[in-house]
């Protein structure tokens, strides 16, 4: 079974650690190296509303094998 990743700003992600997800808190320019960074055992990322404006729809398509989802606002 794959990873399941949390990313965004750290108020709104540090809750999921309790759920076993792994929490990467990131901001502004830090997302796109946080994103860049994942590995490829990575089934379910979660991102904040702001993480997914910093990324961009172009880079989420390209999360292949990954279900990719965004926090509601």
Do not use: F, H
Request: proline share 5%; glycine share 10%.
């Amino acid at each position: 079974m794959g990873q399941v990743i949390v990313l965004g700003e750290p108020a709104r992600v540090m809750g999921y650690a309790l759920a076993g997800a792994v929490t990467i808190e990131a901001e502004g320019e830090e997302v796109a190296r946080a994103w860049a960074s994942l590995l490829p055992d990575v089934s379910l990322v979660v991102l904040t509303p702001a993480a997914a404006r910093a990324l961009g729809q172009g880079v989420l398509a390209e999360k292949s094998g990954a279900l990719v989802v965004t926090m509601p606002a």
